[in-house]
């Protein structure tokens, strides 16, 4: 006899679930292949065709085309697959918004780790990278792959600052303080938007002289500077800076950490000062969203941190003293919103 809730229930959404990891190496073997490269600018190819250009047989050909033309990554047209706009704005290789450094590091590194999860949920310790030996997740990392890092970053952040530019009023500031701000990708995208904005990329020394030359390349420089330093190792942030930025940043560390980064951001600022933290937030109840919750459980795989939640938010900067704590919503590959507080005008 079927039940009402036989006639409801169906296994689809556990199968969509388990086989989701199919689309991702649908995606990441084509980029490896170079597929979306090879037919950028060209009037397509067949089977036979990319069979030959490859050196494999016709049936993994025909497969992978198949794979991505379902997936929206190619079209298909007069017999010939051809890339999709989607596809041939990021995943072209030496486009402006290159996307395909993400995928890469995706599939190279952080694939093996989340293989790895039910070792991570147990021992509270990240499987990409060994902590007893290194001293961060970027010690001792292929310098080729952090390069693939640093410009999928660049990307990935590029678009989440024009949502937070346009969700965000920043009429009123004149001085940004990036801190972490990596490749300056914010930086750029936000002083594009509001014309008197200035802005100051604070990074460890490496990635300050990417976001100088990421700087430069945009025609910014005379108004965004960049600042070798360490939140953690540094007495103080760099001051003279009416708003400060952590965009993606205090979900890489515990509790504590992030509390004392928060700190530091206080003490900088002065008083009417603002600060803004960018993040896929997970909503108070615990409960997702989905790229929040699951980014979380990627930070147990790669850091100490987690994806906190407003209300954390606000009670860490209550606790310091910020009035005026607020959340503002929006979508973005990188983040879903921003906690914005105020230093009260009369604190020091």
Same mark, same amino acid.
Not at 34 to 43: M, P, Q, Y
Not at 319 to 336: K, R
């Given at each position: 006899?079927?039940?009402?809730?036989?006639?409801?229930?169906?296994?689809?959404?556990?199968?969509?679930?388990?086989?989701?990891?199919?689309?991702?190496?649908?995606?990441?073997? !084509?980029?490896?292949?170079?597929?979306?490269?090879?037919?950028?600018?060209?009037?397509? *190819?067949?089977?036979?065709?990319?069979?030959?250009?490859?050196?494999?047989?016709?049936?993994?050909? %025909?497969?992978?085309?198949?794979?991505?033309?379902?997936?929206?990554?190619? %079209?298909?047209n007069d017999g010939r697959y051809l890339n999709s706009a989607l596809s041939e704005e990021f995943l072209v290789r030496g486009s402006t918004y290159y996307f395909g450094g993400f995928v890469q590091m995706l599939d190279e590194r952080l694939y093996a780790g989340w293989a790895r999860l039910t070792e991570a949920i147990r021992t509270n310790r990240p499987t990409t990278w060994d902590p007893d030996r290194q001293h961060s997740?970027?010690?001792?990392?292929?310098?080729?792959?952090?390069?693939?890092?640093?410009?999928?970053?660049?990307?990935?952040?590029?678009?989440?600052?024009?949502?937070?530019?346009? *969700?965000?009023?920043?009429?009123?500031?004149?001085?940004?303080?990036?801190?972490?701000?990596?490749?300056?990708?914010?930086?750029?995208?936000?002083?594009?938007?509001?014309?008197?904005?200035?802005?100051?990329?604070?990074?460890?020394?490496?990635?300050?002289? +990417?976001?100088?030359?990421?700087?430069?390349?945009?025609?910014?420089?005379?108004? +965004?500077? *960049?600042? $070798?330093?360490?939140?953690?190792?540094?007495?103080?942030?760099?001051?003279?800076?009416?708003?400060?930025?952590?965009?993606?940043?205090?979900?890489?560390?515990? %509790?504590?950490?992030?509390? $004392?980064?928060?700190?530091?951001?206080?003490?900088?600022?002065?008083?009417?000062?603002?600060? +803004?933290?960018?993040?896929?937030?997970?909503?108070?109840?615990?409960?997702?969203?989905?790229?929040? !919750?699951?980014?979380?459980?990627?930070?147990?795989?790669?850091? %100490?941190?987690?994806?906190?939640?407003?209300?954390?938010?606000?009670?860490?900067?209550?606790?310091?003293?910020?009035?005026?704590?607020?959340?503002?919503?929006?979508?973005?590959?990188?983040?879903?919103?921003?906690?914005?507080?105020?230093?009260?005008?009369?604190?020091?």
């Amino acid at each position: 006899m079927t039940t009402d809730i036989d006639q409801a229930l169906s296994p689809v959404p556990l199968m969509q679930l388990a086989t989701g990891f199919w689309a991702f190496k649908t995606l990441a073997a !084509a980029h490896e292949l170079d597929l979306f490269s090879r037919l950028s600018g060209t009037a397509g *190819t067949t089977t036979e065709e990319l069979a030959e250009a490859l050196a494999i047989e016709a049936r993994p050909a %025909e497969m992978l085309l198949t794979g991505c033309a379902a997936l929206g990554l190619l %079209e298909k047209n007069d017999g010939r697959y051809l890339n999709s706009a989607l596809s041939e704005e990021f995943l072209v290789r030496g486009s402006t918004y290159y996307f395909g450094g993400f995928v890469q590091m995706l599939d190279e590194r952080l694939y093996a780790g989340w293989a790895r999860l039910t070792e991570a949920i147990r021992t509270n310790r990240p499987t990409t990278w060994d902590p007893d030996r290194q001293h961060s997740v970027f010690d001792g990392e292929d310098p080729h792959l952090l390069a693939v890092f640093w410009e999928a970053m660049h990307s990935l952040s590029t678009f989440t600052a024009r949502a937070l530019g346009r *969700t965000v009023d920043l009429r009123g500031s004149r001085r940004l303080l990036d801190v972490g701000g990596g490749s300056a990708a914010f930086d750029i995208e936000l002083c594009r938007l509001y014309p008197t904005l200035t802005a100051t990329v604070y990074d460890l020394p490496k990635v300050a002289a +990417i976001a100088a030359g990421k700087v430069e390349e945009a025609g910014l420089s005379a108004r +965004i500077d *960049t600042v $070798a330093g360490d939140f953690f190792d540094d007495s103080a942030l760099p001051g003279g800076h009416d708003t400060i930025l952590l965009s993606m940043i205090l979900h890489d560390w515990a %509790e504590d950490r992030a509390r $004392a980064i928060l700190h530091k951001c206080w003490t900088a600022l002065p008083s009417g000062g603002r600060l +803004i933290i960018a993040e896929l937030l997970v909503n108070d109840e615990r409960t997702g969203p989905p790229p929040a !919750a699951l980014m979380s459980l990627n930070m147990l795989v790669e850091t %100490e941190g987690r994806n906190y939640t407003p209300r954390e938010y606000r009670a860490w900067l209550d606790n310091l003293g910020f009035q005026d704590i607020g959340t503002v919503w929006f979508e973005a590959a990188g983040a879903n919103g921003a906690v914005i507080a105020r230093k009260p005008p009369s604190s020091t």
